[in-house]
């Protein structure tokens, strides 16, 4: 067996929730890297204001070495094995005399990357990169300080700050992203199972209820479901009932077919029982042979119609009539009968192919059998209401004797008894009775106007 | 008349064969499908009974295999179903009439006998050549509107003759679509119901009905009289 399609929920919730987890994720690392960048330029002007605090509190000697500032910009510079570090490379002048390079307080003993030089305006930011033990970010500012009456001072300013503090504030910020973030998705979600389920509550009301009609607790399918529903549970009402209706039918013709043939059965049994013998017992036992005979043909082929129109494709009249004709041309070519068409292009037949033969085959052979050179047959189709679809008007014409007013009713009723043999209109019209009956149709007889024999009419309602 | 019989069922095949033979048809019969493809190719029929539902090969293959084989005979079709679609079906695929299940055996006959009359081109069921009359349906003759006496063999020779009026009938013909298959070819009978029909029909002999086309067969030589305007309806039913 294959396996069970995922639920209309869960396909939803999981595309939902794939949608979901890749906006929130993609807005995440955008917002992440925004982050980045603001904190990291945040952190280069720091640099630079350092720096130039450094400028600002230092001076070159008139021997053209650097005098370091007594005082820092920012205390950390002071502390041994700090956060924050400075550097100057290029002729110092110290205490103890002259060197090449200066470093702050707190860089002192640090491993530290403070030996390039960067030409004089350039200013470079790097990080984070390794130094004092860990990573750092450095800004180096290249510088030509101004000697009057002499040549400019080279010196190269870096300034570093220890890369744990920019990542500290980079996890706090992240780590409240995220939990907003995936505390919307939870949110999301939630919100979504619950229109989900709110909106396929119909679906389910419609299965229980089908459930529940399948158990015999119900009739049909009761209640109010939303528009889009309602189309399809009238439908499936009509196939409801029109199952039922067959089933009703099945029953009936078995229990009508028992009851009829008994009767036969016991003219038979009588006969036999009373000694009746030769040729009186023979021609009994034809008589209800051929009673039999009929009572058969007639339930079955009332079994057998279908009936079904609500899913029944539309079926063009046309062709299926010169089908019909023609066969009947054949059958009744002594006759030299004419049968005319009247067909509209627009008439439609909403049922099994079958009944429509079966249809056109008994009326149109009545009206071969009884005609004297005419037969017409037209088909109109009835302006439709609404949505529903056309009816159909069918009338077979013949220019035969017709039927008498007073005879009309009788005909019918015998038709529609169809358990005794009945002469001319026979067994034929009780079929086509019988099927109108299962599409809901009507019959009626009257006098053809045009070629002055019978005329039947039947009427096909719309939908 | 020669009349092909294909029906699977034994006691209804039997029945009406012998009921046919009666009636003075030749029978062959075929037990399905391909038999009566097989007898439908090689034997010239009259007409021919097909059943619908058969082993082997459907009625309605059988009849569209026939047609497709040049069979030209008129075919009747018996079904048990009795439906339009059924029916239309096995018209468009080339037979000729239907009758369903169960029918009078009446029924069946006059069917085939109008079945054979339309096909040698006779619309009534009276045939008429100047002053003999052959009713197919009661089986009588009547010469200048007095009855002849003939056997029943002399009757079937004489319908096939007349179906077949102002036409050349080779002996060979004659033979086939009477007799049934074991029958003597060789013998002169033919020639005495011949004799025989000439003097019943005309003993005066100034009529000359049967001409004799020496090595060929034999000629109805009264030409066909105008059908009378319309036929009666048949029997409503």
Partial sequence: ?463 | MRVLLVEDEAPLRETLAARLKRDGFAVDTAVDGEEGLYLGREVPFDVAIIDLGLPKMSGMELIAELRAAGQRCPILILTARGSWQDKVQGLKQGADDYLVKPFHVEELLARLNALVRRASGWTTPTLECGPIVLDTTAQIVTVNDQPADLTSYEYKVLEYLMLHAGELVSKADLTEHIYQQDFDRDSNVLEVFIGRLRRKLDPENTLKPIETVRGRGYRFAIPRNESSADAPPPAQG
């Fill in chain 1, 1 to 463: 067996m294959a396996a069970r399609p995922l639920s209309l929920q869960t396909r939803s919730l999981l595309a939902a929730g794939f949608a979901l987890a890749a906006f929130l994720g993609l807005t995440g690392i955008a917002l992440d890297a925004a982050i980045y960048e603001t904190l990291s330029s945040a952190l280069r002007d720091r640099l630079q204001s350092y720096v130039y605090a450094i400028i600002a509190t230092s001076d070159v000697a008139r021997s053209r070495h650097w005098l370091p500032p007594e005082v820092y910009p920012d205390p950390r510079f002071n502390q041994p094995g700090g956060t924050l570090f400075a550097g100057v490379v290029g002729p110092v002048d110290t205490n103890n005399g002259e060197a090449k390079s200066w470093r702050s307080t707190s860089a002192l003993g640090a491993q530290l990357p403070f030996d390039a030089m960067v030409s004089p305006g350039e200013a470079r930011f790097v990080g984070p990169v390794d130094g004092a033990g860990g990573k750092i970010y450095m800004l180096s500012q290249g510088v030509s300080w101004i000697v009057p009456h002499r040549d400019p001072v080279n010196l190269t300013i870096h300034v570093a700050e220890d890369a744990r503090l920019l990542d500290a504030q980079r996890d706090v910020f992240r780590r409240t992203l995220w939990t907003y973030l995936g505390g919307l998705g939870v949110v999301l979600l939630a919100l979504l199972l619950f229109t989900l389920r709110w909106s396929l509550r119909p679906l389910r009301r419609v299965a229980d209820d089908l459930a529940r009609v399948e158990r015999g607790e119900r009739e049909r399918l009761a209640g109010a479901y939303p528009s889009e529903l309602a189309g399809f549970a009238s439908n499936l009402n009509d196939f409801i009932d029109s199952e039922r209706e067959h089933l009703q039918r099945y029953r009936n013709t078995l229990s009508d077919l028992a009851h009829s043939l008994k009767t036969p059965l016991a003219v038979i049994r009588s006969e036999l029982e009373s000694g009746s013998e030769g040729e009186k017992l023979r021609w009994s036992v034809l008589e209800q042979a051929g009673r039999m005979d009929q009572i058969v043909a007639y339930q079955l082929s009332r079994a057998a119609t279908s009936g079904h129109t609500t899913f029944a494709a539309p079926i063009r009249i046309g062709l299926h009539a010169e089908e019909v004709v023609a066969s009947l041309e054949k059958v009744y070519a002594s006759r030299n009968i004419l049968c005319e068409f009247e067909i509209d292009e627009h008439a439609r037949f909403y049922g099994e192919q079958g009944d429509l033969l079966e249809i056109l085959g008994n009326l149109l052979e009545n009206a071969f059998k009884w005609a004297q050179h005419r037969v017409l047959l037209s088909a109109h189709a009835l302006p439709h209401v609404g949505l529903r679809r056309a009816g159909l008007m069918l009338i077979v014409e013949d220019d035969g004797p017709g039927i008498q007013a007073e005879k009309v009713e009788h005909l019918l009723q015998r038709g529609a008894r169809g358990d005794e043999r009945v002469q001319g209109h026979g067994i034929g019209l009780a079929i086509v009775q019988e099927l109108l009956k299962a599409y809901r149709g009507t019959l009626e007889v009257s006098r053809s106007e045009a070629l002055g024999g019978a005329a039947f009419t039947l009427r096909l309602g719309a939908g």
